[in-house]
């Protein structure tokens, strides 16, 4: 249950003001039909953080250890200073969505450009201090869905009102929180 609820709250906070919010408000905002961008958002994430949560585990039992402990300690610190760095979206990059409709542009586009994202970097750390695929990929799934369905249904009213630098900052407290605590742990402090 703590690997779920972690994995949830870090990628909730973390999503938001991504490149993947924005492309939702963008797809949003193109095909005005917010179910198949929900359900593409959805597969998307499910694939695209199951193998990273996967790769995270395996990663953690192949190199299990005393230094992998303090790496993972160390990547949850380094993703506290990346969240605080706000992400742009260039609708240029984006592929041509129109000749896939909503459901396949979304898919394709999310799962993309959630390569190497700091969301999907964060799921590989929590694989990996988790070391459990199922509960890791459905707390950054519910994550990413509670970041992404309301921008979906309410778009650039979001981005107008929420303060993202509040929310970067305490998505930033949360990934330096888990940081210290797995370094303090892992060495022994508590």
Not at 64 to 74: E, P, S, T
Not at 151 to 177: N, Q, Y
């Amino acid at each position: 249950m703590e690997a779920l609820i972690t994995s949830t709250a870090v990628v909730a906070l973390a999503e938001i003001g991504d490149k993947t919010q924005l492309l939702a408000i963008v797809l949003a905002t193109r095909f005005r039909r917010p179910w198949p961008i929900i359900a593409g958002i959805l597969v998307a994430t499910l694939a695209n953080h199951f193998l990273a949560a996967l790769a995270g585990e395996q990663a953690s039992a192949f190199l299990d250890g005393l230094w992998f402990r303090y790496l993972v300690a160390a990547s949850f610190i380094l993703m506290a200073g990346w969240t605080l760095i706000p992400d742009k979206f260039d609708e240029d990059e984006e592929a041509k969505p129109h000749r896939f409709g909503p459901f396949l542009a979304t898919a394709i586009a999310f799962f993309l450009v959630e390569m190497g994202d700091k969301t999907q970097l964060a799921t590989i750390a929590l694989g990996a201090r988790f070391q459990s695929v199922i509960p890791v990929m459905t707390g950054t799934t519910l994550g990413m869905m509670i970041a992404n369905v309301p921008a979906v249904f309410l778009g650039h009213e979001i981005i107008r009102r929420v303060p993202l630098a509040t929310v970067r900052m305490i998505a930033a407290l949360l990934f330096l929180a888990i940081g210290l605590w797995l370094l303090a742990q892992t060495a022994g402090w508590i």
